[in-house]
Structures are given as structure tokens and as C-alpha cells.
DNA sequence: AACGCGGGGCA
DNA sequence: TGCCCAGCGTT
């Protein structure tokens, strides 16, 4: 198919067929098109929509969010995942209160060197807020171009994305780039989707290279595959006169900058029951005045590239044994002021600590 | 250029 | 269970 009939047909669908409201949509502020299309980074539509509401009443602008302290934030962003979004999130809005004088950058070459802005998000923004000529590239585009072009280089490849790219802008309406991008991406989320899309109502179906040659279901082609780690967390909730012991963690894996309590990690399966605990306890720390309180069920969460398995095991000291005194001991009732893992969360909603 | 990073929804 | 989602930073 042309280029040029490609991008008509679409800006027709759009313009007829679309009817798929969000709360940001139409917006012209930059703080808010920024904000979400940081939510929106490897997350659905639906699951980022009350953060984005949440996050626009709480922060209406970029000034309020950069004031905000981290653990707030941190706690408005719990359940949401990639983590490093959020903390990217605070450097660029207190970069842009006070390096900037809170004005959001208004072209694609600045707004790119912002952490946490990539080639995508830096097009929606420039498209979405300043009506540039930026071509966004995410995963519908990938989907709805290699469909329709039948493009079967690896998405997941540099040559695919450099492919991919040079297309994308191809193919954009560039007087009408905002509009255009909206267009794609709401065509590939509802259209073209990824498993079962609706080709018997496409307007594209005629002029769909994958439709043609039956490679609907082959395409998107990826190459990598995705290698899957099995941890075991053993998490103990050590208690000592209303406090309890958390930790945020700071290395470089998951879950970073987000609390936890006291980890035992392990590479394969510890079957803990009281007299291990204790046992464990007393050659751990040394001491006799630990309780073991109680001992969860296993509980598990899959990632996407790692699974999690664990328990809970609470321990009751009557002293604090000196190995532990730098670590940080946090009144009970402050716990729901933190952001934690949502595998430690499922634990905390049923129990009572 | 390759790899690691969450949580949810769907077939 | 496996795949994908309005991708990005690090090494």
C-alpha cells in the first residue's frame, strides 16, 4: 500500500470510528502529557488511568510535584511497577522547577535530555503538547506497521527499531502529528490488537500486507527470549515494642527504592517451620529472647522475568540484638505510609501486624 | 548492543 | 502459563 493512502485511511478511522476517551486526552498542558505518558510506559491505558487522576489532584502542577517528598510520591506510585519511572519522574519535575523556572521544555532536542523521556515519550509529548512533527514508535506502532507494510525484522532489534523508526516517520501526518499519533495508537490498541484483532472490521483489510499472505498472527516478529529467574524470599517481621524492622532497598534490582522488611533471600526453597526459625535466629543474632510468632503460607508472584516465592515470618524480640540497632526501626502504625512490593502487600492486607 | 525492570489482563 | 502493554536507563 502507499504511504500516503496508509495514513489517509487511518486519519479517516480516526476521525469517524474513534471514539476512545482518557482523561488526558486533548489536554495541551505539558506537565500533564508528560505525567502520563510516564504512567503510561509499559502499562495499559486502563490500569495507569486512576494513578494519572490521582496524581493531577494531588500535584496539579509541575511545582507541587517537585515540592513532594519521595516516600509520598513513592506511595502514589505503589502498585504500578518499573519503579524507576517515579524516581525519574521527581528528578525532572525538580530539575524543571528550578533549573527551568517550572516551564516545560517546547522542543524535542531539549525535552529528549530529560531522565526518563526516551525517543517515544519525547514524540508524544512534542506532538501531543506543541504539535511537532515526531512520529511516536511504541507497540502498537510497531504492531499496526508491520502488519500493513508485512515489516518482518525483529522489533526487538536495533535494525528493527532504526526500520521501524524511519517508517513510522514516513508514514506521519506531519501538519496534523498529534492527531496522527493518537490515531495509531488508539487503531493498534483497538483495532489492530495484539491477540484476536478485529481485521473483519478493518479498514485497512484490504490493503493489509498480513491479512494478504495470512501473517497476522506471526507479526509483530520478536527474536530475544525471555529468561525467567526463580527467587525465594524468606521476609521476617522482626518486632520489638510496637516498632518494626524495614529497609528500603537500594541495589540495583527489583523493587528499588521501594521498604521491605528484614530478607533472607535464597536460591532454592527453605521448608521453615518454628524450631528452623528459631534455630536460625539463635545463630543469626545470637540470642535467645527472640518469639517466633507465626509462619505464613507460601505465598508467590510472576513477574515478567522473575518468579517470587515466599513467607512471612514474624519474630517477636524482647531485646534488639546489636547486629540489628543501625537498622531502622519504624512505628507499627506508620507501616501504610510506605510503598512496598506488591508481594509484600498481599501479605500485609490480610494480616494484621 | 544486550539486559533488567512490575503488575495486570487476556486467551 | 505465556504474552503484551502509550519504554527507558545502564553497562
New binding site residues.
Given amino acids: 500500500m502507499l504511504k500516503s493512502k496508509f495514513t489517509s485511511l487511518l486519519m479517516q478511522w480516526h476521525k469517524k470510528s474513534n471514539r476512545?476517551e482518557?482523561p488526558?486526552?486533548g489536554e495541551k498542558d505539558p506537565y500533564k502529557i508528560w505525567l502520563?505518558?510516564?504512567i503510561?510506559?509499559?502499562?495499559?491505558?486502563?490500569?495507569g488511568w486512576n494513578y494519572y487522576e490521582r496524581f493531577i489532584k494531588k500535584y496539579p502542577t509541575i511545582q507541587q510535584l517537585a515540592k513532594a517528598k519521595d516516600e509520598e510520591v513513592f506511595k502514589l506510585w505503589?502498585?504500578?511497577?518499573?519503579?524507576?519511572?517515579c524516581k525519574?519522574l521527581l528528578i525532572t519535575a525538580r530539575f524543571i522547577s528550578k533549573e527551568l523556572n517550572g516551564k516545560f521544555p517546547n522542543n524535542y532536542d531539549k525535552i529528549i535530555l530529560?531522565?526518563?523521556?526516551?525517543?517515544?515519550?519525547?514524540a508524544?509529548i512534542s506532538s501531543f503538547a506543541f504539535n511537532l512533527p515526531y512520529a511516536?514508535v511504541?507497540?502498537?506502532v510497531?504492531?499496526v506497521l508491520s502488519r500493513v507494510f508485512g515489516i518482518e525484522t525483529a522489533i526487538d532489534?536495533?535494525?528493527g527499531k532504526k526500520e521501524f523508526t524511519k517508517l513510522a516517520d514516513e508514514v506521519l501526518d506531519k501538519k496534523n502529528a498529534g492527531e496522527y499519533n493518537?490515531a495509531i495508537?488508539?487503531f493498534?490498541?483497538t483495532i489492530c490488537k495484539?491477540?484476536?484483532p478485529s481485521c473483519s472490521s478493518c479498514v485497512l483489510q484490504k490493503n493489509c500486507n498480513a491479512f494478504k499472505e495470512g501473517k497476522v498472527n506471526l507479526l509483530?516478529f520478536?527474536e530475544?527470549?525471555?529468561?525467567?529467574?526463580h527467587r525465594w524470599f524468606y521476609y521476617f517481621l522482626m518486632q520489638h515494642d510496637n516498632k518494626i524492622l524495614v529497609h528500603k532497598r537500594n541495589q540495583?534490582?527489583?523493587?528499588?527504592n521501594?521498604f521491605e522488611f528484614y530478607l533472607f533471600e535464597s536460591s532454592e526453597q527453605i521448608k521453615w517451620n518454628n524450631q528452623l526459625v528459631q534455630e536460625w535466629l539463635n545463630e543469626q543474632f545470637a540470642i535467645k529472647s527472640a518469639e517466633v510468632v507465626s509462619v505464613s503460607a507460601i505465598l508467590a508472584?510472576?513477574?515478567?522475568?522473575?518468579k517470587?516465592t515466599g513467607q512471612f515470618i514474624k519474630v517477636n524480640f524482647k531485646k534488639v540484638p546489636t547486629s540489628l540497632q543501625h537498622y531502622k526501626w519504624l512505628v507499627i502504625k506508620k507501616l501504610n505510609g510506605l510503598a512496598f512490593?506488591?508481594?509484600i502487600?498481599q501479605f500485609l492486607e490480610k494480616e494484621i501486624v
Fill in positions: 476512545r482518557m488526558w486526552k502520563s505518558e510516564i503510561l510506559q509499559q502499562t495499559r491505558v486502563e490500569q505503589e502498585g504500578l511497577g518499573y519503579y524507576n519511572r525519574n530529560l531522565k526518563g523521556i526516551g525517543p517515544y515519550t519525547a508524544a511516536v511504541d507497540g502498537n510497531f504492531r532489534s536495533n535494525e493518537q495508537m488508539d493498534g490498541a495484539p491477540v484476536s509483530p520478536k530475544k527470549v525471555l529468561q525467567k529467574k540495583k534490582d527489583i523493587w528499588e521501594l508472584q510472576q513477574l515478567t522475568h522473575q517470587i512490593p506488591k508481594f502487600n
